[in-house]
């Protein structure tokens, strides 16, 4: 299966200051998740220079959609609650995944 890719929509946008705003939709195709994730670009998002920060506000399909700031990716997590030893969220396993999405704010430049 091919690498999983990812459609970024911007739903709304603003601006307040020097700051951009903007509302978007991630859906992580069906593909090949690899860990540490998938490479999300402020460009992406509608903005002209950088991503500073990216706030889940609801997923889909029980994943849980998270922006890794240091690398620039979206990661993707799900809960484990099988009373093992794992903690109770994980990061997808490098390997298929069902398509989900997940909405952020998203606030840079």
């Not at 946008?13 to 951009?20: N, P």
């Not at 670009?41 to 997923?59: F, H, K, R, V, Y």
């Not at 809960?79 to 490098?94: K, L, T, V």
Request: glycine fraction near 10%.
């Amino acid at each position: 299966m091919a690498a999983m890719t990812i459609t970024v929509a911007v739903a709304a946008s603003w601006r307040i200051r020097d700051k951009r705003f903007r509302r978007v939709t991630v859906t992580c195709d069906t593909g090949d998740y690899a860990a540490g994730g998938v490479a999300i670009a402020a460009s992406d998002c509608d903005l002209s220079q950088q991503i500073d920060s990216m706030t889940p506000e609801g997923n889909s399909a029980g994943y849980i959609q998270w922006y890794d700031r240091a690398n620039g990716m979206i990661e993707v997590w799900y809960c484990n609650n099988n009373g093992g030893a794992n903690s109770a969220y994980i990061e997808h396993p490098a390997s298929a995944m069902a398509a989900n999405v997940g909405h952020f704010l998203v606030i840079g430049w």
